[in-house]
């Protein structure tokens, strides 16, 4: 099995592709050890001192760092889901749900479903997989008084960069198609 890396603009978040499916539908991201005992390859991540975050994504898992030098790090990482792949176990602990343990209850006023619906297939079809490719993901959250509130996780969450894709790129493209959009601001 080989295991690509990929850089990500975050440069506290490197991508893993191990060349095969890692989530079927939706993402995942644990910000901590607890929270990773949903998943076993996330908690057997979450074992490698310096490790703070991990995201699985269709065909990638992004790990975070808050320690040593990724040529420390990478190794361990490659070694770990290398293991997991192999050994045939599941990504996810049986009574896991697929999608992130952070709340993702969407919030916006009855009369903005229609404003809401072009949003959400907006960043369907233009964001979402351009986000992805830099090994985060991002999420509509809700819509109130012209401000979109979206969720950005893995690679993004707290990216250097994340400030200026949201400010421009995201707002600038739902300005365009839905002049209703005034602010896009994470949550």
Same mark, same amino acid.
């Given at each position: 099995? %080989? ?8 440069? /506290? #978040?490197?991508? %893993? ?9 939706? #993402? ?6 607890? =929270?990773?005992?949903? =998943? ?8 490698? *001192? ?9 065909? +990638? ?6 320690? *040593?030098?990724?040529? &420390?790090?990478? *190794? ?7 293991? &997991? %792949? ?7 602990? /049986?009574?896991?749900?697929? =999608? =992130? ?24 079809? $233009?964001?979402?997989? /351009?986000?992805?490719?830099? @090994? @985060?993901?991002?999420?509509? $959250? @809700? +819509?109130?008084?012209?401000?979109? +509130? ?25 300005? &365009? %198609?839905? *002049? ?8």
């Amino acid at each position: 099995m %080989f295991i690509q890396t990929e850089a990500t603009p975050n440069p /506290a #978040t490197l991508k %893993f592709l191990p060349g095969k499916v890692v989530m079927e539908r939706g #993402t995942a991201e644990f910000r901590d050890a607890e =929270s990773a005992a949903a =998943s076993p390859l996330a908690a057997r991540i979450f074992q490698i *001192p310096g490790v703070s975050g991990v995201f699985f994504g269709y065909d +990638f898992v992004t790990v975070t760092k808050d320690g *040593p030098e990724w040529q &420390h790090l990478k *190794p361990a990482i490659l070694g770990t889901i290398m293991e &997991h %792949f192999m050994s045939g176990q599941p990504l996810m602990a /049986a009574a896991s749900a697929t =999608s =992130s343990p952070v709340s993702d209850e969407e919030f916006y006023d009855a009369g903005d479903e229609t404003i809401v619906a072009t949003i959400k297939e907006l960043l369907e079809t $233009r964001v979402r997989p /351009a986000v992805a490719q830099d @090994g @985060g993901d991002i999420t509509f $959250r @809700g +819509f109130k008084d012209g401000k979109v +509130f979206l969720n950005m996780k893995g690679a993004c969450a707290g990216c250097p960069s994340s400030t200026a894709t949201l400010k421009h790129g995201v707002k600038n493209l739902l300005r &365009h %198609f839905v *002049p209703e959009v005034e602010e896009v601001e994470a949550v």
